[in-house]
């Protein structure tokens, strides 16, 4: 009867295949049909378990295991029962508290008889306790939702774990009516809280002594301690906190609403306060990770109250191992960046109780964002000073791995590595000065650093081991590459310490880097604006570092063999010393004693790019002193100098090939030598081809100065070729490449620079100092060999048959073209020049100046180079330079211009000069103040003016 019994409750099991209709009819309709239900299965159930504890053994062997399964059928179905049916079908809480009494009887089945425990185990096993709880907590919430509550209550989840473990009413003190952590029983045998019966008795001292249950008079106040009492509440209490703990699993594994997940966090929260067994109980049955899961959830509010739980689990070490195998830190610091301030509070404390434990140190430094999100935090104190205080800590805690503190000094932080550098163990302070080698701090940190570590590594320096120096001198290059560092690092008693690491390196035994980082450390000091070094000791014998001392030994050292590395720094060094004109004179006399312009020469090769670089720019500053001994040298030496131009990717713009090209640019022009071996090695097409490309735009340029430069080098270039033409072969190269055409477009298109504009006008000006020789003379024609130019100034005449004579130039006395005689008027060259004398630059003016004075040189036909002039506004253009510039080397070949239009001019050609009501005011100007040979023109042209007497030398000397 039993096993039909048994097999009838199986019916609603609705994890049976085909069985739904029948879960349906056996569902009940009306609350006293539910109770009967569940009360029925409740009664197979206990008679289930009798039979298993009874009868004989052996009969019972053959059928215990089929007995138990039935068991767990009728649970599973209770179950199902539970989870289906509202919660308003109870009726009210007290039919509610019947149904899950009578159930919690089931749960507390003895089943201490051997055939029932098994190994142990209780037939209602684990899993299928989880499932009858699954089944309350699914049914109690489905019916407080059905019911439309304004809210769920907030203890549901304790109301169920109080019903199916409920506490006696022994447990409960009759003073407080609460359960009792500490009984004792009084003279009448009734149990008391100690404390509740001691505080009675002394509200009534002055009273005789009762019970306060029994109202009876006692006769003394001592107690005993109700030790059986007080185990048993114990125990009672750890299975109630343990079915707490597996109500809440339950609630989180089912997660059927927000409400439901919030209520069994904050269970679990409440259970895990100062209770140890109980957070090991949690970790145990697995909440710890699936609480880790709960931080991705999507309300807010879950994330932070999951947070809370987390941090109250992880207050031990053995705890935080479960926390490092899950992603909760990723999530935590992704939190950290919530616009939400509570969860990014719940985020950073979490974070500051993981960083109590060395194990989480390095994941916290190796998790992209943590160390920069606490430091950002750390420094909004105003906006967030609960964030603050927690991320300071975390940080502090943080500190304890030096990775970390390196960590935070790349992320802006630099306070801790600076403060461990000067105040801890040689250990750390060797981990902190590599550190500040590697880092690059912004420009206002930089100084900061430098104030506050610079005597101490100038110590490490001086009196640390092989490594610490080491280290310490690669900060210093970290720190000096600042140019406000200069100062501080002066005063702090570098360079003399500098000196002598670079000159006498006295320890041997460690490798040369120490002279190579010193020698950068100075370059870095004394490439500085900001500072006068001509006066900084380099020793204890007062020679100062522009001294002959300090210049010669340092040029010196640039013979001896030294690693490339060391020679660039050096040559830096040298290279700032040139910017004052005495140790100029000194570097440019130690270079000559020492023969060294081919030493540096032989830079040029290298293939350390900055070396050959920084040889190339102290080349440039000696070429005004020994131009022409570097250019003798650059010819003597193999691949040279060729290799300045021609070695480069055409597709880009590097320093060492702008420098470069400045470097041919820069060295004198009349070397006819040094033009001839650019020539032959095919220079001059190559700089016409890259010209051409940075007009057009095709050269990637990543610094427009250093584009700029480069550009003014190939000008450059070509100018020099315009100083030899006296040679046939670069005659015949600048006529074949028609320069008066590549000269007259840099001109106008000069690129942005006014360095290109001068170039190019000097260039026109070389150019047309050669228009008189090579302007062949006149001869008869029938007609023009091409169409006339309505700009050419040229003159034509008829002879007696009327047939028609070749254009003669009114300057050069014959026939001239842009292309074979370079001449300014008939290439239009003369209009372009007059229109830059606008020019703000005065270099560019005078550039201009002396290329149209080629016109009206002696040589010339001057007269018809005025008349050619003055139609084109010359005279207006050059009075407006006299106005504007009063630069010497200006207004000297603007005087002389406008001497010579007075002298070989007519009146008409002269009359804007007349006319002009500035020039004499001008004139007077310059004859008071300009030196003799300006005061000499500004004189004749008042006398023109009749400003001053013409007096005859024999009667009168001024």
Request: charged content about 20%; overall charge negative.
């Amino acid at each position: 009867m039993i096993l039909a019994v048994a097999d009838h409750t199986r019916q609603p099991n609705a994890m049976e295949p085909g069985m739904e209709p029948q879960v349906q009819e056996n569902i009940a309709t009306s609350r006293t049909e539910f109770l009967a239900s569940l009360s029925s299965k409740v009664i197979i159930a206990k008679e289930l378990v009798t039979r298993c504890s009874g009868g004989d053994q052996v009969t019972l062997d053959n059928e215990l295991q089929a007995t138990i399964k039935q068991l767990e059928a009728v649970i599973r179905s209770m179950a199902v029962d539970l989870s289906n049916i509202p919660f308003y079908n109870f009726g009210n809480q007290r039919n509610a508290d019947i149904a899950m009494n009578q159930f919690s009887q089931l749960l507390q089945i003895n089943t201490n008889h051997p055939r029932l425990s098994g190994e142990g185990e209780s037939p209602v096993s684990a899993s299928h306790r989880e499932n009858i709880y699954e089944g309350f907590v699914k049914a109690m919430y489905d019916g407080t939702h059905r019911n439309d509550a304004a809210e769920a209550s907030s203890n549901i989840l304790s109301q169920l774990a109080e019903t199916l473990q409920p506490a006696y009413q022994g447990f409960f003190c009759p003073l407080t009516k609460k359960i009792m952590i500490d009984p004792v029983t009084i003279e009448t045998g009734i149990t008391y809280e100690r404390e509740a019966i001691v505080e009675w008795w002394l509200d009534r001292s002055s009273e005789n002594v009762i019970c306060p249950t029994t109202r009876i008079e006692i006769k003394s106040t001592g107690f005993s301690n109700n030790l059986a009492l007080k185990n048993t509440i114990k125990e009672w209490k750890e299975r109630s906190e343990a079915t707490r703990i597996s109500i809440a699993s339950s609630a989180l594994s089912l997660a059927t609403s927000e409400t439901m997940v919030l209520d069994a966090l904050k269970e679990l929260q409440l259970l895990s306060q100062h209770k140890r067994h109980n957070m090991e109980h949690m970790h145990n049955v697995g909440i710890t990770q699936r609480v880790e899961q709960l931080l991705r959830h999507d309300s807010v509010t879950v994330r932070c109250e999951a947070m809370h739980l987390l941090c109250s689990l992880v207050e031990d070490e053995d705890r935080k191992v479960i926390i490092a195998k899950t992603r909760a830190l990723t999530r935590t610091i992704k939190m950290m960046s919530s616009y939400n301030s509570s969860e990014r509070h719940a985020a950073v404390s979490f974070l500051l109780e993981l960083s109590k434990s060395e194990m989480f140190l390095d994941k916290i430094g190796r998790t992209p964002g943590g160390i920069l999100i606490l430091i950002t935090m750390k420094f909004n104190k105003e906006a967030d000073p609960f964030a603050a205080e927690k991320a300071e800590e975390t940080l502090k805690n943080l500190e304890k791995l030096p990775l970390n503190i390196k960590c935070m000094a790349e992320n802006g932080f630099l306070e801790p590595l600076l403060h461990h550098l000067s105040d801890d163990s040689e250990e750390v302070q060797m981990d902190m000065v590599s550190y500040l080698g590697e880092i690059s701090p912004e420009d206002y940190m930089k100084t900061y650093v430098a104030e506050r570590t610079s005597n101490t590594l100038i110590q490490m320096i001086s009196r640390g081991n092989a490594i610490i120096r080491r280290e310490a001198f690669k900060a210093l290059v970290q720190i000096s590459s600042h140019p406000p560092n200069s100062k501080i690092l002066i005063d702090a008693g570098i360079i003399p310490i500098m000196i002598d690491e670079i000159f006498l390196r006295r320890i041997h035994s460690e490798p040369p880097d120490s002279q190579e980082e010193a020698a950068a450390i100075l370059a870095n000091i004394l490439e500085s604006d900001a500072i006068d070094f001509s006066n900084i000791n380099v020793n204890k014998n007062g020679h100062t570092i522009t001294s002959h001392y300090s210049v010669y030994n340092i040029v010196h050292l640039l013979k001896c063999s030294m690693a490339e590395e060391v020679n660039v720094n050096l040559i830096r060094i040298v290279l700032s010393l040139t910017k004052l004109s005495k140790p100029l004179a000194t570097v440019v006399s130690v270079v000559k004693e020492l023969d060294l312009t081919q030493t540096i020469i032989e830079f040029l090769n290298s293939r350390l790019e900055e070396l050959a670089t920084v040889a190339a720019k102290l080349l440039i500053v000696l070429s005004s002193h020994i131009g022409y001994t570097i250019a003798t040298g650059l010819c003597k030496t193999q691949g040279q100098p060729e290799g300045l131009i021609k070695t480069y990717d055409i597709m880009r713009i590097s320093e060492k090939q702008a420098v470069s090209a400045n470097l041919i640019s820069n060295l004198p022009h009349q070397s006819t030598p040094l033009n001839l071996a650019l020539l032959h090695q095919g220079v001059a097409p190559l700089v016409l081809g890259r010209i051409q490309t940075i007009q057009r735009g095709e050269i990637r340029v990543s610094n427009t100065r250093q584009a700029e430069y480069y550009l003014e080098g190939l000008v450059g270039i070509l100018v020099r070729f315009t100083s030899s033409l006296l040679d046939p072969e670069i005659l015949e190269m600048a006529m074949s490449r028609n320069l008066t055409s590549v000269f007259l477009d840099l001109l106008v298109r000069p690129c942005g620079s006014s360095e290109v504009q001068r170039l190019a006008a000097v260039g026109l000006g070389n150019l047309s100092s050669q228009s008189l020789k090579l302007s062949r003379p006149p001869s008869e024609a029938k007609k023009p060999s091409r169409a006339v130019n309505i700009f050419s100034k040229s003159i034509s005449v008829l002879n007696r048959e009327g047939s028609r004579m070749v254009l003669t130039c009114p300057a050069h006395r014959g026939v001239c073209s842009s292309t074979t005689t370079f001449c300014l008027l008939e290439s239009r060259a003369a209009e372009r020049l007059l229109a830059c004398l606008d020019n703000e630059n005065a270099k560019v003016v005078k550039a201009v100046l002396s290329a149209i004075g080629t016109l009206l040189d002696e040589s010339v036909e001057v007269e018809g180079s005025v008349r050619a002039l003055s139609e084109l506004g010359a005279v207006k253009n050059v009075l407006g330079v006299l106005k504007v510039h009063r630069e010497e080397d200006v207004l000297q070949r603007s005087l002389w211009l406008v001497e010579r239009f007075l002298e070989k001019g007519n009146e008409s050609f002269c009359k804007d000069i007349y006319s002009d009501k500035v020039l004499p005011t001008v004139l007077v100007s310059v004859f008071h103040r300009g030196d003799g040979n300006t005061k000499k023109m500004a004189e004749n042209i008042l006398r023109h003016l009749h400003r001053i007497m013409n007096f005859s030398s024999k009667s009168f000397v001024m």
